[in-house]
Nanobody, 126 residues
Framework: QEQLVESGGGLAQAGGSLRLSCVASTRTFSTYAMGWFRQAPGKEREFVAAISWSAGNTYYADSVKGRFSIWRDNAKNTVYLQMNSLKPEDTAVYYC???????????????????WGQGTQVTVSS
């Protein structure tokens, strides 16, 4: 059973940075499209960023474009989310998700992701 484990969340001040990591326990990670999503209290889960299986394509929500970066290291079965210029509205539980078919990234939504991590809390203070 594939598992995704996020880490790197915590407390940051507005304008600060955090880096999230997500490690996948699968032998076929290099074929996975990977995504990051977030859910704030009382709100629906929303797309943040995604990366294709080849890392040739990345996708971002408008709200994070220019501030967040997604990349992957297939040798380490890990996908990262670098978050810069954090804002209080970035406060949420952040989830990584994996799509073994490798096609979900361009959808910029939750459809197609079969595996989800448990989430890591990110809190940004003003």
């Amino acid at each position: 059973q594939e598992q995704l484990v996020e880490s790197g969340g915590g407390l940051a001040q507005a304008g600060g940075s955090l880096r999230l990591s997500c490690v996948a326990s699968t032998r076929t990670f290099s074929t996975y499209a990977m995504g990051w999503f977030r859910q704030a209290p009382g709100k629906e889960r929303e797309f943040v960023a995604a990366i294709s299986w080849s890392a040739g394509n990345t996708y971002y929500a408008d709200s994070v474009k220019g501030r967040f970066s997604i990349w992957r290291d297939n040798a380490k079965n890990t996908v990262y989310l670098q978050m810069n210029s954090l804002k209080p509205e970035d406060t949420a539980v952040y989830y990584c998700a994996g799509d073994p078919e490798g096609t979900a990234a361009q959808q910029m939504g939750p459809t197609g992701y079969d595996f989800w991590g448990q989430g890591t809390q990110v809190t940004v203070s003003s």
